[in-house]
């Protein structure tokens, strides 16, 4: 990389404020990539973004990318034990955002037990991407990954679609009969104002160029159309006890960080109106047990939280965190917002 390029970088690529060596020499931690990388922290208050220096090359981030977790198929066998928790799932689902489908009174009882860990709560919010009932409507997933999330909101009534710049997703996403595209927002061209909704699900920090992914966005959806994202958030508990070892940094996946300050300006920088803006302890059970791994030499894969005595363990310190948040609201792993695209744009 030339001299200028590297000093193009050392600029904050949200509001261009100058940039601070944070973290030095950080690896992949999944070992897919060789090589290491710095990330630099706005000193631009109230911005304080977060982003890698210098930004990875193409074959670089290819190699990245070899085995992510979005490649595997999304259901395992879809056997009684699986059907029954969908079931008592759909009450939880009907009782929280009023889907009609699991809407029995008992159904309801068993969903709201079920979930009574705010853990647990929160992973499945998260998983309808915090949608409530709105059937007819369209929506667009941005990075579907291996369908998961849309097949879920397929499920419940929504017309759906979504796409994603990773042929492997793609494929396994197919296979389950959805409508998904490869390449990215850009190329695929949709019709401007055609959706009422865009999720994008912890994509934003992928990208380096998040102003021109929200501004596509922005153009696809229907006038009053709202996009909901979740990303990391840097302001989180988990970053500030483990620095560069956090599980969300993820060198070199991982290009710009976000906490509310950036995230806002950047939403409002590209024609968004806020409308709510939150954070999370979803994954904060992971991010632990990443760090635990990490810390016993092991390599922590996604979805594989390592033994039934370190994923309890992880589930507790998910749920001190949730009580945590209840006072310092901003401190969450998750960071969630939902932004509209004014009625008069
Ligand atoms: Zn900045």
Same mark, same amino acid.
């Given at each position: ?54 930004? $990875? ?25 699986? @059907? ?11 009782? @929280? ?16 037990? *079920? ?94 160029? $998040?102003?021109?992914?929200? @501004? ?60 709510? *803006? ?68």
């Amino acid at each position: 990389m030339s001299d200028s390029e590297v000093t193009m970088t050392r600029r904050c690529p949200i509001c261009n404020g100058t940039g601070e060596l944070k973290y030095e020499s950080v690896s992949d931690p999944t070992g897919a990539a060789e090589g290491e990388w710095d990330y630099l922290v706005c000193k631009s208050a109230p911005c304080g973004a977060l982003w890698l220096c210098p930004q $990875p090359s193409a074959s670089e981030l290819e190699k990245a990318y070899v085995g992510y977790f979005t490649h595997e198929a999304k259901q395992r066998k879809d056997g009684w034990l699986i @059907r029954a928790f969908h079931y008592v799932r759909d009450g939880y689902y009907a009782s @929280r955002f009023g889907y009609a489908i699991g809407g029995s009174w008992a159904q309801s009882i068993m969903g709201n037990l *079920l979930y009574l860990h705010p853990g647990w709560r929160a992973d499945a919010d998260f998983g309808l991407m915090y949608l409530s009932d709105q059937q007819e409507k369209e929506l667009l997933e941005i990075g579907c990954g291996n369908g998961a999330a849309l097949g879920r909101l397929v499920r419940l009534g929504w017309v759906g679609c979504g796409m994603d710049t990773d042929p492997q997703a793609v494929a396994q996403a197919r296979l389950s009969g959805l409508q998904v595209e490869c390449g990215t927002l850009e190329d695929l061209g949709y019709d401007a104002e055609r959706f009422d909704v865009v999720i994008i699900s912890h994509v934003l920090e992928h990208t380096g160029e $998040p102003e021109n992914l929200l @501004r596509e966005i922005r153009r696809v959806l229907k006038k009053g159309g709202k996009v909901v994202c979740a990303t990391p958030n840097l302001l989180a508990f988990g970053h500030t006890l483990f620095r560069e070892s956090w599980l969300n940094l993820d060198p070199p996946r991982h290009l710009i960080l976000h906490n509310p300050n950036s995230l806002t300006r950047l939403l409002v920088e590209t024609g968004y109106d806020i409308s709510k *803006l939150w954070t999370t302890c979803r994954y904060a059970n992971g991010v632990w047990t990443a760090y635990w791994a990490r810390k016993s030499g092991c390599v922590f894969e996604v979805g594989r939280e390592g033994s039934v005595f370190r994923r309890i363990t992880g589930r507790f310190v998910q749920l001190v965190e949730w009580v945590a948040i209840c006072y310092w609201r901003m401190r969450g792993e998750d960071l969630c917002v939902v932004a509209q695209r004014p009625i008069d744009s």
